[in-house]
C-alpha cells in the first residue's frame, strides 16, 4: 500500500465520523420515520449510494457516473424527505424544488460533458486503486450531505414558519446564481463546441468578467438556500448553516478555482492575450463595472 492509498484509507473514518456528527445535529428537534431521525437518514442514504454505485463503477473503472451518482443522491433523498414530512409546508416545498431543478440542470450537464470528452483526467491516477476510488466517492457522499444540509435540516425541521422575507430574498438570490451558472456553462460548452477556438480560452460573455462566473453562481444559490432556511433552524439545527460556507472554500481554496488556475497557466502561462486577460478579470467576483486606467502624464 503506497503513501496515496493509505492517506485514502485514513481519511475514510474521519468522513464518516464527520457525516455522525453532522447527523446528531442536524436532526435535533426534526422529525422521525419510526425511531430514525429522517435527517440522519439522510446522511446515510448519502453515503450508501455512493458505495453501492462504486461497484459497478471500479469494475469498468470508468468516473463516468461519479457525477451522476451524485445527482441521484441529492434527487432521491430530497424526494425521500418530502415522502416523509407528516405534511409539506411552503418552504419545504421551496427548498425542495431548489435543490431538485440545480441537480437535474448541473447532473445532465455534467454527465453530457464527461460522455462527450470520454474520461476525466482527475481520476487516471485514482481509479487503479479501490481504496482511493472508494474514498473519492465516499468524501462525495459527505459534500452530497454538506451542500444540501441547510435544505434538508429545514425540510425536517419540526419547527415550521411561514413563508416571509428571507423566502422571497433567498429565492431570488438563488434564481440570480442559478442563472449565472446556467449561461456561463452555455456559454463555455459553446466556445469548446467551435472548432476554430480549439486550444484556446474563452475571454467573452460572463467569462470576460469573472474567469469563474459559473462558480461564482454556485456559491449565491447556495446562499439562496441558506436565506430560505434560516427562519426555520433552531439551536443544534443552525450547524446547517456551514452549508455555503464548505461550498465558498471548497471552491476558492481546495478542488475548484486553485486547481483549474494552475491547469490554465501552465496550458497558456506566458502568452500575453491569456495574462492580459488575467489582468483585467477579476478571479470569481465578476467584473460588473471596472474604471479604465489612466495613461500616466509625460
Known amino acids: 500500500m503506497n503513501k496515496s492509498e493509505r492517506k485514502a484509507l485514513i481519511t475514510l473514518p474521519i468522513v464518516l465520523i ?55 443522491s441529492y434527487v432521491t433523498i430530497t424526494v425521500m424527505i418530502l415522502l416523509a414530512l407528516p405534511d409539506i409546508d411552503a418552504r419545504s416545498l421551496i427548498l425542495a424544488i431548489m435543490v431538485l431543478i440545480w441537480t437535474l440542470r448541473l447532473g445532465l450537464f455534467l454527465f453530457r460533458r464527461i460522455s462527450r470528452a470520454g474520461k476525466d483526467d482527475r481520476f487516471d491516477e485514482i481509479k487503479p486503486s479501490f481504496v482511493r476510488f472508494l474514498s473519492t466517492w465516499t468524501l462525495q457522499g459527505l459534500w452530497v450531505t454538506f451542500t444540501a444540509a441547510a435544505a434538508w435540516v429545514a425540510m ?32 463555455k460548452s459553446r466556445f469548446n463546441g467551435n472548432p476554430s477556438k480549439k486550444g484556446g480560452f474563452i475571454s467573452t460573455g460572463l467569462w470576460s468578467t469573472s474567469r469563474h462566473p459559473n462558480y461564482f453562481g454556485e456559491i449565491l444559490l447556495w446562499i439562496g438556500v441558506a436565506i430560505v432556511a434560516f ?8 450547524v446547517a448553516l456551514i452549508s455555503p460556507v464548505l461550498v465558498i472554500l471548497l471552491l476558492t481554496k481546495v478542488s475548484g478555482v486553485p486547481l483549474l488556475e494552475k491547469k490554465s497557466d501552465a496550458k497558456w502561462g506566458g502568452q500575453a492575450d491569456y495574462e492580459a486577460y488575467k489582468a483585467r478579470t477579476p478571479v470569481l467576483i465578476p467584473k460588473i463595472w471596472w474604471p479604465t486606467p489612466r495613461c500616466p502624464r509625460p
Open 231 to 238: 427562519p426555520v433552524l433552531q439551536g443544534w439545527q443552525l
Open 18 to 72: 464527520i457525516a455522525a456528527l453532522l447527523a446528531a445535529a442536524g436532526s435535533s428537534g426534526g422529525v422521525t420515520l419510526g425511531v430514525i431521525p429522517v435527517f440522519a437518514l439522510a446522511v446515510g442514504m448519502a453515503i450508501v449510494i455512493q458505495w453501492i454505485a462504486i461497484i459497478p463503477a471500479f469494475l469498468a473503472q470508468t468516473e463516468k457516473y461519479y457525477d451522476l451518482s451524485g445527482m441521484l
Open 156 to 187: 425536517t425541521s419540526e419547527n415550521r414558519v411561514a413563508v416571509d422575507g428571507f423566502a422571497l430574498v433567498g429565492v431570488l438570490v438563488w434564481m440570480l446564481g442559478f442563472g449565472l451558472e446556467v449561461v456561463a456553462d452555455q456559454q
